[in-house]
T-cell receptor, first 113, second 109 residues
């Protein structure tokens, strides 16, 4: 069974550009989460989808970040325009229900220069 | 919201010794406490978890204890091996995971 996959694994963009990260959850997992780890600090929650609906987006830092999960399958996280402080590792995770084990992808390392 | 503090930030032990990582949480409503291991270039991987109705759980060399009254939980790794070297994260959850800041564990051969 395929795990959570994220694409790309690395991205280097200039300040002001747009980047779109993609996450394919484990098949059958309705719950999808985005997290971010900035500069070796803790992994911080960004948002939670249940199927295609945003259950909780309280962790989204500002309106430059837009997450979608059309059709309740894969999800994208777009940063537009990117700022230097957006650099970090973005993780996606999925789980079968809201209180079962969350499986993480390998992360996308975003560097904004 | 929930706040999770994790200590120490770095930990070096000799192979065969035990390692202990401690976390405290603030939200008494949190009811799920997983521990994740992250190796270089990989995403966090669940190694053990505990729910609020249990005080201790063990899986081979790994054990977790939970003290709900004091709102702290700990990870214990016995007979450490070099392959245990990684970053370990604790987390507390009521609706979504709130992570600690991580502990870089190095097991010296």
């Amino acid at each position: 069974e395929a795990g959570v996959t994220q694409f790309p694994s690395h991205s280097v963009i200039e300040k002001g550009q747009t980047v779109t990260l993609r996450c394919d959850p484990i098949s059958g997992h309705d719950n999808l989460y985005w997290y971010r780890r900035v500069m070796g600090k803790e992994i911080k929650f960004l948002l939670h989808f249940v199927k295609e609906s945003k259950q909780d987006e309280s962790g989204m830092p500002n309106n430059r970040f837009l997450a979608e999960r059309t059709g309740g399958t894969y999800s994208t996280l777009k940063v537009q325009p990117a700022e230097l402080e957006d650099s970090g590792v973005y993780f996606c995770a999925s789980s079968f229900t809201g209180d079962t084990e969350a499986f993480f992808g390998q992360g996308t390392r975003l560097t904004v220069v | 919201g929930e706040n999770v503090e994790q200590h120490p930030s770095t930990l070096s032990v000799q192979e065969g010794d035990s390692a202990v990582i401690k976390c405290t949480y603030s939200d008494s409503a949190s009811n799920y406490f997983p521990w994740y291991k992250q190796e270089l270039g990989k995403g966090p991987q669940l190694i053990i978890d505990i729910r609020s109705n249990v005080g201790e759980k063990k899986d081979q060399r790994i054990a977790v204890t939970l003290n709900k009254t004091a709102k702290h939980f700990s990870l214990h790794i016995t007979e450490t091996q070099p392959e245990d070297s990684a970053v370990y994260f604790c987390a507390a959850s009521r609706r979504q995971l709130t992570f600690g800041s991580g502990t870089q564990l190095t097991v010296l051969p």
